[in-house]
């Protein structure tokens, strides 16, 4: 069977949505495909996609602090950047008012779990002050304020309040696109693998396991870490590694729990300072706590250490008996700048990372939303389509960034696999070691500001 349409997007999460819902109110002919169901992975045992199992956490900025993005790249940059992170956060707001759904919930707790985060916390606290940065939008606590909020042994001290990023329902948020995108006549191909790509004279086909042939003039490829680790496009493992990720839902919570853990009735979402085994958490709209943590062991998301780390942290679930009623786990793409990546090709199929959009490209690849997913994956689908249509000033914004090639790089998937599980077994140790206030930690800091 041979299908045609103006526009082709592998992958159906958010990114891949947006585009679709963005490109199909202009009138063009959208087919979206994906591996998986629509909007991601549903099944809560089984991984691999990420934006229908994600934390749910939608958060303002950028890895990179302003400061750093300033110094680089200058400061009327840095300020264009983190509006338009501003924009792309009030679209998602939007998009769950529109679709009825997904309950998007302000508010953002920044924890630290040592004196080292605290000194972070408060450094980056100044920096916002320094630079104007949403200063009416975000607080600094002090550790009596912190345990009104919240209250865990690992957290007590100094944290960042945020009344501007905040959480939703993820599954729920794309399903949602997915509806919208549908009902401005989107058509999906769910359940298809593709096996091949082939740039032709006026358009560029896939070829899918099943035998079918899609054609489109331009290919748009919105996909995680199936498209990485499918070894399609060797080129982007120069740049990127797969981050596991391990989430779960405890059981609904009586209210004499929740009252324990947040005594103000906070709602929001948070997470803790570090880079890699990053822990994150909210209360649902169930009132059930979802909480997980990124790279816990490297690229094999483990269980049984989220749900050790979840009674660590909040003791108050296992003097209830607090269960477990999911688990769900997935992988992520990230660059060592943790900041959207844009691929393109030429005319015969040679793909390269770029920092501006060229629309003669028959081929667009997004890739690496990392933990910022909801907002970034949002944002930059959005972006694509109006480059699509003409104004590619958004997409320039976010491609600008660069990316430095990770160490080491191999021509077998297995081994670049092994190659991430190290790094982030590396990242673990050395966030572990900053808080060391000798030559260790000293070290270790050296380090993370080099990696």
Same mark, same amino acid.
């Given at each position: 069977m041979k299908k045609t349409a103006d526009f082709i997007i592998?992958?159906?999460? !958010?990114?891949?949505?947006?585009?679709?819902?963005?490109?199909?109110?202009?009138? @063009?002919? /959208?087919? &979206?495909?994906?591996?998986?169901?629509? #909007?991601?992975?549903?099944?809560?045992?089984?991984?691999?996609?990420?934006?229908? /199992?994600?934390? #749910?956490?939608?958060?303002?900025?950028?890895?990179?602090?302003?400061?750093?993005?300033?110094?680089? !790249?200058?400061?009327?940059?840095? $300020?264009?950047?983190?509006?338009?992170?501003?924009?792309?956060?009030?679209? &998602?707001? +939007?998009?769950?008012?529109?679709?009825?759904?997904?309950g998007f919930l302000r508010g953002y707790h920044i924890l630290a779990r040592n004196k080292r985060d605290e000194e972070a916390i408060i450094q980056t606290f100044a920096e916002r002050k320094k630079y104007g940065i949403l200063e009416s939008q975000i607080r600094l606590?002090? +550790?009596?304020?912190?345990?009104? !909020?919240?209250?865990? =042994?690992?957290?007590?001290?100094?944290?960042? $309040?945020?009344?501007?990023s905040g959480q939703l329902e993820p599954k729920? !948020?794309?399903?949602?696109?997915?509806?919208?995108?549908? +009902?401005?006549?989107?058509?999906?191909?769910?359940?298809?693998?593709?096996? +091949?790509?082939?740039?032709?004279?006026?358009?560029?086909?896939?070829i899918t396991e099943s035998g079918d042939v899609l054609s489109a003039p331009k290919i748009i490829i919105s996909g995680g870490s199936g498209v990485l680790r499918g070894g399609f496009f060797p080129v982007m493992r120069k740049y990127q590694a797969v981050v596991g990720n391990y989430a779960l839902k405890t059981e609904i919570l009586p209210q004499a729990v929740i009252d324990k853990i947040f005594p103000s009735g906070y709602r929001g979402a948070f997470s803790d300072m570090r880079r890699s085994d990053v822990l994150y958490a909210r209360l649902d709209n169930q009132k059930r706590l979802d909480f997980g943590a990124y790279s816990f062991s490297g690229n094999h998301p483990n269980s049984e250490a989220v749900i050790k780390l979840l009674y660590k942290t909040f003791p108050q679930l296992l003097n209830a008996n607090i269960s477990i009623s999911e688990g769900r786990y997935?992988?992520?793409? #990230?660059?060592?700048?943790?900041?959207?990546?844009?691929?393109?090709?030429?005319?015969?199929?040679?793909?390269?990372?770029?920092? $501006?959009?060229?629309?003669?490209? =028959?081929l667009t690849i997004l890739s690496?939303?990392?933990?910022?997913? /909801?907002?970034?994956?949002?944002?930059?689908?959005?972006?694509? @389509?109006?480059?699509?249509?003409?104004?590619?000033?958004?997409?320039?914004?976010?491609?600008?960034?660069?990316?430095?090639?990770?160490?080491?790089?191999?021509?077998?998937?297995?081994?670049?696999?092994?190659r991430d599980y190290t790094l982030t077994k590396a990242l673990s140790i050395i966030d572990i070691g900053s808080s060391n206030q000798g030559f260790i930690g000293a070290g270790c800091r050296l380090l993370q500001r080099l990696v």
């Open positions: 592998v992958g159906a999460g !958010y990114a891949g949505l947006m585009c679709a819902l963005t490109l199909a109110k202009s009138g @063009a002919d /959208i087919l &979206v495909v994906d591996a998986q169901p629509i #909007g991601g992975n549903q099944n809560s045992l089984l991984g691999h996609t990420q934006s229908a /199992i994600s934390g #749910g956490h939608v958060v303002v900025g950028f890895s990179q602090d302003f400061d750093t993005i300033e110094k680089k !790249y200058g400061v009327d940059y840095a $300020y264009k950047l983190w509006r338009l992170s501003v924009e792309g956060l009030n679209l &998602v707001e +939007k998009n769950c008012t529109d679709m009825g759904g997904a606590l002090d +550790k009596n304020e912190t345990k009104s !909020y919240l209250t865990s =042994p690992e957290f007590q001290g100094t944290s960042l $309040y945020s009344t501007l729920d !948020y794309v399903m949602g696109l997915a509806r919208m995108a549908e +009902k401005a006549n989107v058509k999906f191909k769910a359940l298809t693998r593709i096996s +091949k790509f082939n740039i032709l004279k006026n358009s560029m086909e896939l997935g992988f992520l793409v #990230g660059t060592r700048t943790e900041t959207m990546q844009l691929f393109q090709s030429d005319t015969k199929g040679r793909l390269s990372s770029r920092n $501006y959009f060229d629309n003669e490209s =028959p690496a939303f990392g933990a910022a997913g /909801i907002n970034l994956g949002t944002t930059t689908g959005y972006a694509t @389509a109006e480059a699509m249509l003409g104004n590619p000033e958004k997409i320039n914004l976010l491609a600008r960034i660069e990316h430095p090639k990770l160490p080491v790089t191999f021509p077998w998937e297995g081994a670049n696999q092994w």
